[in-house]
C-alpha cells in the first residue's frame, strides 16, 4: 500500500505541474489580412505554412514576412490590432483571463504596428533587447538585426524596460533599448504612417429618401470616395 | 442607290470583323445543379483570355415556358462576374438563362451557339426537398410558441467586418468572438447567412470565422444563428456593412480618348430630292470643353458644304474662355443685352464680358451681316433685246442694267453694356447699341443703315425667385438709307422749316442723321419702348404679369423680331393642384395694335381669353389635357370707306375660337404594354361681316383628329400605328382641303439595344380646291433606319426615305384650261457618325 502511494504520489507531482500550468489559449487571433509572402508555423503541427486571409492564431504559433509583405492580425478578446510589415518574425501567446486574454508578443526581428485597446489583460511585447508593457495605446516597434528596440509612441503610454531600466514613452516619444544600457526616450516628429496605408481609402454613403408622384417612398444610395487631401 | 450599297457593304463588314474577334475570348461558368424554390439564385462566371476592363457581361433569364428573356448586368468583381437571379416559385419548374459578355465590338455568348433557343437550364427545387437534406441544421426561427433568448451583449464581439468600415470585395472576412460558456452553446447548431444566405463557417467555442472570397460591392447582412444545447434559440446577431468597388473599376466605367476633354463631334452626310430637287448637305460639327485649373475652354463648331460665298456664312465657329471673373468668346457668338436692345442675334467677332458682381461690363463688336456683291444671277431676259432686266423695287421702274440682285452691306455692330449687381436678386443695367451698315463693303447695294439703341433695365427678384420682377425701356434712331450721308444743319432746316440747335454733320460717326431717319423728331416718343414683367409663385400658383409698350418708330437691328407698334397688357396664371396632379392655367391678354395710328390705319383691339386644365392622375391612369382659346381682332371700324372712285370694305372684326383636347393612356393587354393616344382640335374663325363682305370673306373652320397606338411587345420589338384626319375649309367656305395620314412604324433592337433598326409606311392623301384650285394628291412614303452603337461612345445614325408624290390637282389658267401639277418621286439619304467624349 506504501508503495503504492508512492508511486501514485510520483506520478502525480510529474503530472501536476502540467494540470496547474494553463493550457495554451485557442483562437487568440487571427489574420484578417494578408498581402505578399506570409508564413504561419503551428505550434501543433511545427511546420511552416503559407497564411491566408482568415487563418486562426493559437497560442505558441509564429508568423513570419517575407519581402514587401504584409499581415494584419486581430486579437479574439478585444479587436486590438497588430500589423506586421516585411522581413519581420513573431510568435503570439496567450493565455484566457475570463473574457480577456493576456497577451505576449514575442518580436525578433521586424516592424510592427500595435494599437492597443484598453482592457483589463495584459499586453507585453517582448524582443531580444527589451519588454514594452502597454495598455490602450497606438505605437510601431522595430527591432533590427541584432536585437536593438525602438518604440514610436503614437498615443497613450508605453513603458519600456529592459534589465537596466525603465522609461515611460508618451505620444510623440521614441525608446531605444539595446539591452546594454538601461533605455532611453526622446521627443521625435518623425513617427512611420504605414499603420494605416493598406486600409481601403475612406468612403462614405449619401442616403436620400423621397417621396415619388404618387406618395412611395423611396431611397437613392449614393457612395462616394473621400479623397485624402 | 451606289452610296447606299456602299454603306451597307461597311456596316456588314464592321459586325462581321467584330464578330472576329470573339473566337478568342471565352466564358467560363459553371452551371448551379438546381435552386431551391423563393430563393435568389447566384451566378458567377469569368472570361478567359481577355484583360479588359471595360468588358460588360448580362445575365438572360425566362421560366421555362416563356416566350423572351429579361436580362440583368452582372457585377464586374474584378476577377468575376456575379448576378442574382430573382427567386422563383416552384411551379416554373426550369429556369432558362444565358449569358453574354459585351466589350467594344467583342460580343461573346455562354452557349456560345443558339444561346437564345438552346440556353442553359436551372431545376427549381421544391423547398421541402431541402429541409429534409438539411434537417440537422439549426432552424432560423425559434420553435413555435418560443421566443428567442437573449444574447447578452458583452457575450459577443464582432471582429470583422466592421459596420463602419468600407471594404473592398475581396477583403471580407465574417469574424464574431463568442463568450459564452461553452454549455450555454451548442457549436454544431451555429449558422451563419450573408444576405440571407447560408454560408460555409468554421465555429468553436470562441469563435466563428466565414471568408468570402468575393462580393459584389453594395450593403450586405450578416446574420448569426447561436442554439443552445436544449434547442433554445438566441436572438439572432445581425449586423451590416459595406462593400465599395475598387479605384481601377471606378475609372473603368468611364472612357477617355482625350484627356480632360469633353464634348461631342459628329460628322453627317445627307442627300435628299424634294419636288425634284436636289440638295447634298455634308456637314462637321461639335462642341468639346475642357478645364484646366480654374481655366475652362471650349469650342463649338458646324461645318456644312452648304456655305457659299454669295450668301450669308452657314459655317459655325466659336471658341471661348471662362477665367470666373473674365469670358472671353471668339467667333461666332449670340451675344444678349436685354430684349429689346440686343438678344440672341449672331455676330462674328468677339464678346468680352467682365463680370465682378457689384459691375460687369460686357463688350461686343463684329459683324452680323457679311458683304455680299450684286450678282447676275437669275436676270430677267428681255425676249427682245436680250436685255438683262431689273425691276427697281423702290420706284417700280424697269432698268436695263447688268444687275439683277443688289448686294448685302457688310453690318458692323458694337454694343456695350454696364451692369451694376450679380443678377440673382439685384441688377441695374445700362446698354447701348451701334450697328451701321458699311456703304464701301459692295458696290450695288440698297438702303444701307444706321442704327443706334440706348436702354436701360432694372432686375429685382427675391425670396428663392418667387418674386421676380423686371422693367426695361430703350430709345432708337435708325437712318434707313445712309448712302447720301447726313445733311447738314442748312440743309435740315430749309427742308423742314425747322432750327436744329446742331450740325448732323459733325455727329456722323455716332449717327447719319438725314431724311430717311427714324423719327425725324425724336420728341414725340415714337421711337421708345418698355415692357416690365412680374412673376410670382406663392400658394401653388405661377403668375404672371406683363405690359408693354413698343412704338411704332422703335427699331433695333439688335432683335430685329419685335414687333412695333403695339401696347397691351398680358396676365397668365398656372394653379397645381392635388399634389401637382392637376394644372390649371388661366390666361388674358388685351393689346392695341396700331395704337398710333402713325399710317393712318386704324388701331386694332386684340383680346384674348385662354384656358387650359391639365390632368395627370399618377401611374397606370390616363392623362388628359383640354385647352381653349378665343381671340378677337377688332378695328373698331364698321362702315364702308367710299372714295371718288372706289370703295374700300377695311373693317375687321374677328372672333377665333380653338379647343384641343388631348388624351394618353398606358395599359397592359394580352400580356402586352400598349399607348393610346388620342387628340381633337377644333379652331373656327368666323367674320362679324360675313354677310355684308363683298370681298372674299375670311371664315376658316378646321378640324383635326388623330389616333395612335403604340405596343411595346415581348421581344425587343415596338409598332405604333396612326390614324390623322384633317377638314379645312377657308375663305368663308369657298376653298376646302381634307387629308388623312395613316402611319405604321416599327422599332426593332437587337443586340441588346446595341441595334436599334426602326421602319415605316406613311400613306397620306389630300383633296378639295376651290376658285379655280383643284387639290387631288396622294403621297406615299416608305422609310428605313437604324442606330448603331460602336462602342459606347459611339453611335452610327442611317436613314433613309422614298417618297411617291402623285399629284392630280393643278389650277385652271386664264384660258380655262386645266394646269395639272408635276408629280415627283423623292428620296432622302443620311448617315450621320456621333463621338462622345
Known sequence: ????????????????????????????????????????????????????????????????????????????????????????????????????????????????????KRQRSEFRLETPTGVAAVKGTEFYTLVDEDGNMTVFAVEGIIELINKYGSVLLRQGEKGYSDGKTPPTSEQTGQTPQWGHEDEAPKAGELEIEYEDANGVKKTLRIEYEKNSQ | MKNL????????SIVLLASAAIGQVRIVHTPPNFAVENTPIHITAYLENTSSSTVQMRLYFRALGEESFQYLEMENLGNEFAGVLPPQPQRVQKLQYFLMAIDGGMVVTLPEENPYYEPLEIQITPAETIREEQASKAPISPPAGGKYLTLPKDSFLILSPDPSETYLPNEVIIAVSLFLPSEDLDIDQTRVEVDGRPIVAEVSLNLITATIPQISPGRHLVEIFLRRPDARVYEPIRWQFLVRRSKK????????????????????SKTEKISGRKLDNNQLGGRLQGQQGFLQFGTNFYVTSLEKKNYQPRNRLLIWADLRFLKLYFGDTSPRFSELVLWGKRVRGFDAQLNLGFINFDFVKGQTARAIEATLADCVIDSVTQDTLFINPTTGDTITTNICRYGTFQRDLTGLRVSFGKGHHFQWGLNLLKVKD??????????????????????????????????????????????????????????????????????????????????????????????????????????????????????????????????????YDRIRLWQNRIYLSLGYEDYWDNFSESDNNPKIHLNTIRCGFNFYPGNKLPVFNFNYRIYQRNNGVDTLLTTLTDTLDNREQNTTSEVSFNCSYNFILFDLEHTFTVNFIQLDKVDAFKETRSSLPIGINNRIQSYSLRTKYKIPLTTTISITTNKNSYLGGLNTLKFSAYELRNQYSAFNDRLIFYSGIRLFEASGGGLGTVIDYKKDQFMLGGRFYIARNQILIFDMSRISFKDHGGTYNAQGEFVKNPSFRDYTFRLRYELNL
Do not use: H
Open chain 1, 1 to 116: 500500500m506504501t508503495k503504492l502511494l508512492k508511486i501514485s504520489l510520483l506520478l502525480a507531482l510529474l503530472f501536476l505541474p502540467q494540470l496547474l500550468i494553463p493550457k495554451d489559449a485557442k483562437d487568440v487571433a487571427l489574420i484578417f489580412k494578408s498581402k505578399g509572402v506570409v508564413a504561419v508555423k503551428k505550434k501543433v503541427t511545427q511546420k511552416w505554412q503559407r497564411a491566408r486571409r482568415g487563418i486562426r492564431l493559437d497560442s505558441g504559433d509564429k508568423i513570419r514576412t517575407g519581402e514587401n509583405s504584409l499581415a494584419a492580425i486581430v486579437f479574439t478578446d478585444d479587436k486590438s490590432l497588430m500589423k506586421i510589415r516585411s522581413r519581420s518574425s513573431v510568435r503570439i501567446q496567450g493565455k484566457r483571463e475570463g473574457k480577456s486574454i493576456s497577451k505576449r508578443i514575442f518580436m525578433a526581428l521586424g516592424n510592427a504596428w500595435f494599437k492597443i
Open chain 2, 438 to 571: 458699311d456703304i464701301n463693303s459692295i458696290q450695288y447695294g440698297l438702303r444701307p443703315k444706321d442704327n443706334l439703341v440706348l436702354g436701360t433695365d432694372i432686375l429685382i427678384a427675391g425670396v428663392n425667385n418667387r418674386f421676380w420682377w423686371t422693367t426695361e425701356v430703350a430709345f432708337s434712331m435708325l437712318t434707313d438709307d445712309i448712302s447720301g450721308g447726313a445733311l447738314s444743319k442748312a440743309d435740315i432746316d430749309s427742308t423742314m422749316d425747322t432750327d436744329i440747335p446742331f450740325d448732323p454733320v459733325k455727329y456722323e460717326k455716332y449717327l447719319v442723321l438725314n431724311t430717311s431717319t427714324i423719327p425725324l423728331d425724336p420728341r414725340k416718343l415714337s421711337s421708345i419702348a418698355w415692357t416690365s414683367a412680374l412673376r410670382l409663385n406663392f400658394l401653388n400658383n405661377y403668375l404672371t404679369i406683363k405690359y408693354k409698350s413698343i412704338g411704332s418708330a422703335y427699331n433695333s437691328l439688335g432683335n430685329t423680331f419685335i414687333k412695333k407698334n403695339i401696347r397691351g397688357l398680358s396676365i
Open chain 2, 249 to 268: 473599376e471606378f475609372r473603368a466605367t468611364s472612357v477617355t480618348l482625350i484627356p480632360g476633354i469633353r464634348g461631342k463631334i459628329y460628322a453627317e
Open chain 2, 5 to 12: 450599297f456602299r454603306f451597307s457593304f461597311g456596316l456588314f
